[in-house]
């Protein structure tokens, strides 16, 4: 089993939908949660962060986490052409806690107008 | 505020050489990190410094090696080339080391022929 699982897509969705990107961690000592944006050709950046169980809304992202159930999702409102890229969820924190971040694969999102 | 910058862009080696990437952490950040990309694969973690000390290591073998100088900028080397470190070279800094999100700097493109 994969540390960290997401489905590589592609996922795709019409302009202005919901996308709904998901993710499920092995190491149950996990601590924080992350998702990263990667256009094609570029380095990953930073998104969303969270470290409680619930929802954290930030404009149209919005990120859950259960941790009972090992499951970290994006939520993406209105979808929008420029929202196409790679999301890449990364988890922290597990076990060895030495701040080593571990990437899923990335879930390849396309938005068509 | 300065962002992430790493240095060179691109790099192209032939198999055996050795290489030094360079990387300058964010302003106000104590922590640097090295990744790996490989084409169409999430970041794998190679390892961190804190305040200048390894702190965690990646599966990576020890021709990977680094250093963090008392700026807080780092370097990355790789000795004794192979074909299959061709890939893109991420270079992240944090505040902290352990659940601070990292900030990516835009890469470094290793070819290695």
């Known amino acids: 089993q994969k540390e960290v699982e997401q489905n590589s897509g592609p996922l795709s969705v019409p302009e202005g939908a919901i996308a709904s990107l998901n993710c499920t961690y092995s190491d149950r000592g996990s601590q924080s949660f992350f998702w990263y944006r990667q256009y094609s050709g570029k380095s990953p950046e930073l998104i969303m962060f969270?470290?409680?169980?619930g929802d954290k809304e930030d404009g149209r992202f919005t990120a859950q986490l259960n941790k009972a159930s090992q499951y970290v999702s994006l939520l993406i409102r209105d979808s929008q052409p420029s929202d196409s890229a790679t999301y890449l969820c990364a988890v922290n924190g597990g076990s060895s806690n030495t701040g080593k971040l571990i990437f899923g694969q990335g879930t390849t999102l396309q938005v068509k107008p | 505020e300065t962002g992430v910058t790493q240095s060179p862009t691109h790099l192209i080696k032939t198999r055996g050489q050795q290489v030094t990437l360079r990387c300058s952490s964010q302003s106000g950040h104590n922590t640097v990190s090295w990744y790996q990309q490989a084409l169409g694969q999430g970041p794998q973690f190679i390892f961190q410094y804190y305040r200048e000390e390894e702190n965690g290591r990646g599966n990576f073998p020890p021709r990977f090696s680094g250093l963090q100088f008392p700026n807080y900028s780092s370097e990355l080397n790789v000795n004794a080339l192979e074909l299959d470190d061709s890939a893109l070279y991420l270079c992240?800094?944090?505040?902290?080391?352990?659940?601070?999100?990292?900030?990516f700097g835009n890469g470094t493109r290793l070819t290695v022929t």
């Open positions: 992240a800094s944090s505040f902290d080391s352990n659940n601070s999100p990292l900030h």
């Open positions: 969270i470290y409680s169980n």
